[in-house]
């Protein structure tokens, strides 16, 4: 369900910590003419999110800096590598588990792992706040991935939940779809997730923001489509035509997505126009949702939205409101603009 529940023992503990960490953020919670659609305490109605706020402004504010920058970027990443470890077939097993329970911040060693490698600069920086907030690691590292989507021009607003438990055991090994792996066995570890084949290729065109280190490091940070500071569309189609864009690197499971007959049509589903653009986001941010409570009895969650900042659309940025997928490019005065007026609380 996604409705407000008994507040949890964390959240009681965090709304008396309230008024001493509100002190503490007060210069993000100052607004002015520029700052518009930011949620403040006192827009904030359910008061098991209030103290939330200064989470997410730590989050958005220190370590974002407001931006689409690389530790947003590995926030995403790191949502599903936290999430992704779930696995119905164990669970009906009753063997240990993983999901969205927050163990890859809070265990010391789940980073160390081949396929985390490169998340180690967001696992520290969120590392503390846990303890900071006195709220569960798996409430912090799934708002940050919620966050990030936003704190990438075009993302869109993810329904967004806390009360999460802490986490009972480390996320088991293997569960990670490798870039590799054939197309079969990664739809099976998809399914096995309980996310099916459309909600898994509206969650890989995230990629669209991403950028490679480690699959080949000979292209290190290079970007898997030309426009990595911009949630949009250009991912699919690039990768499906395989364009040959200097510093763009193509994941061969990506490649495989986009051709393979387990996945084709509900990747092309995301090939075309601005129009198309909006579907994606509104399909992506379904999936998300799901993902960031795999393993989680939704049930005793709180939704916690209401504290989220508006998406920036990119149909308000554009230099033209007609074309296809690589034509209307983003304005970039207007992109600019748009930043300082939505975000300018958190930039740096």
């Known amino acids: 369900m996604k409705f407000s529940t008994p507040i949890h ?3 009681l503990v965090a709304v008396y910590l309230f008024s001493s960490t509100i002190a503490n953020a007060a210069t993000l919670e100052k607004r002015d003419d520029g700052d518009e659609g930011i949620p403040t305490i006192n827009d904030v109605q359910n008061p098991v999110c209030k103290p939330w706020v200064a989470i997410r402004d730590a989050i958005m504010g220190d370590i974002f800096h407001g931006r689409c920058n690389d530790l947003a970027r590995s926030a995403i990443r790191m949502s599903f590598h936290d999430a992704g470890t779930f696995s119905l077939s164990l669970e009906a097993a009753g063997k240990t588990n993983g999901g969205a329970d927050g163990s890859l911040i809070a265990d010391p060693n789940e980073i160390n792992r081949d396929e985390n490698n490169g998340m180690q600069a967001i696992v520290e920086a969120l590392r503390p706040l846990p ?42 090994t293997g569960m990670i779809p490798d870039t590799h792996d054939p197309i079969p066995k990664i739809v099976d570890r998809f399914n096995d997730m309980g996310i099916s084949v459309r909600e898994a290729m509206a969650l890989i065109g995230s990629h669209t923001c991403g950028k490679q280190q480690f699959v080949d490091p000979a292209f290190a940070n290079d970007t898997f489509d030309t426009t990595p500071e911009i949630w949009d569309i250009r991912f699919y189609g690039e990768t499906q035509r395989n364009d040959s864009d200097p510093n763009v690197f193509r994941l061969p499971s990506d490649l495989g997505f986009s051709h393979n007959s387990l996945t084709q049509k509900d990747y092309s589903r995301f090939v075309g126009s601005l129009s198309t653009q909006e579907d994606w986001a509104r399909e992506y941010a379904k999936a998300h949702e799901k993902m960031s409570l795999l393993g989680q ?25 007609s074309g296809g997928a690589v034509d209307p490019p983003v304005d970039p005065a207007k992109l600019e603009a748009a930043i300082q007026q939505t975000r300018s609380i958190w930039l740096q």
Not at 299 to 312: K, N, Q, R, V, Y
């Open 9 to 11: 023992t964390l959240t």
């Open 131 to 172: 303890q900071k907030f006195n709220v569960s690691a798996g409430d912090v590292l799934h708002l940050a991935g919620t966050l990030a989507v936003l704190a990438c021009p075009g993302g869109p607003v993810v329904n967004t939940y806390v009360g999460r438990p802490p986490f009972k055991n480390v996320n088991p």
């Open 297 to 321: 009895d939704a049930d005793s969650l709180t939704e916690c939205t209401e504290i989220m900042p508006p998406s920036i659309h990119l149909r308000d940025i554009t230099t033209t409101h």
